[in-house]
């Protein structure tokens, strides 16, 4: 069975798309730990979800 390679991924540009990711605490970034009741969405939802409501 052949296993595929990892990839790597610029966690920061990730990081880049969920507005509530830029925030500061205590100095250092903020981290969210996803879990089944809640989501973050990234801006291009947000701005998807102001264009429908304006």
């Known amino acids: 069975m052949l296993e595929a390679a990892p990839t790597a991924w610029d966690v920061e540009r990730v990081r880049q798309d969920f507005p509530a990711l830029h ?5 250092k970034p903020l981290v969210y730990l996803d879990n089944a009741a ?16 304006s």
């Open 38 to 53: 809640t989501s973050q969405k990234p801006q291009a939802v947000i701005d998807a979800l102001v264009r429908y409501y």
């Open 23 to 27: 925030q500061l605490v205590h100095g």
